[in-house]
């Protein structure tokens, strides 16, 4: 099966996603260690986004940049990845620096990047996320993912979310992209 590569540039309402590059490093070395698991160096980010480059070189899915149209620093990124899917069925992720968190971003740029990864020719998406992950859960929600099946690795459970192509994200109703309508 082949698919398209997704754009380089995507745009959203208030985000500009582009590709990562060399420069990326240091506030990427800063969001890998933000994890919690141990210093993440610019370097060891360095290699990450040499790969993350050759993924979106071979395979054109891979990770984007978030940034406000307006320009400045970046905020975090969303990506298309194999992780625990495939080429065909790839996962979405997301993570943003701590400063970014709460203003919808990852959600928007997520909902953007799905449609990107659906032009392609894909027709699956897959998210994993711990049950703990609240902000996550609430991100894949929004975007549209529903609750597939439970797995379980060493680190305790996996909650395997699944979007389905032709099944529009989610869109965001008059009063934003949270509102409930009974
Ligand atoms: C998961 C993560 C990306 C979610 O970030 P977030 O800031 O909560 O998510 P969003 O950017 O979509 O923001 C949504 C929040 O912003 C608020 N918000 C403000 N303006 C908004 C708008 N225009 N549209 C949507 N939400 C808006 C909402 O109140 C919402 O809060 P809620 O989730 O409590 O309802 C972030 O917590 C993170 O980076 N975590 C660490 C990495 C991680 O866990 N990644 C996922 C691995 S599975």
């Known amino acids: 099966m082949t698919f398209t590569p997704m754009p380089e540039r995507i745009a959203t309402p208030r985000l500009v996603m ?18 919690g698991k141990g210093v993440v160096t610019p370097d060891d980010a360095a290699v990450r986004i040499a790969a993350m480059q050759e993924l979106v070189a ?21 990506a298309i990845v194999v992780g625990r899917g495939s080429l065909e069925e790839p996962e979405l992720a997301y993570e943003l620096l701590p400063a970014a968190h709460g203003h919808g971003y990852a959600t928007e740029g997520s909902r953007a990047l799905v449609a990107a990864a659906f032009g392609t020719g894909r027709t699956r998406l ?8 609240e902000p996550s ?26 979007l389905d192509g032709g099944r529009r994200p989610a869109a965001p109703g008059p009063w934003g992209a949270h509102d409930v309508v009974a």
Do not use: K, M
């Not at 978030?66 to 975090?76: F, K, N, S, T, Y």
């Not at 897959?126 to 992950?133: A, G, L, M, Y």
């Not at 609750?147 to 680190?155: E, F, G, I, V």
């Open 18 to 35: 582009t590709p990562q590059v060399p420069s990326d490093a240091g506030w990427l070395a800063d969001l890998f260690t933000a994890r």
């Open 58 to 78: 071979e395979h054109g899915i891979g990770a984007r940049v978030l940034r406000l149209r307006e320009g400045g620093d970046a905020l975090g990124y969303c």
């Open 126 to 133: 897959w998210s994993t996320v711990r049950p703990w992950n």
């Open 137 to 162: 859960l609430r991100v894949l929600a929004r975007v549209g993912f529903r609750r597939s099946r439970t797995t379980t690795d060493a680190q305790g459970e996996i909650l395997w979310h699944v």
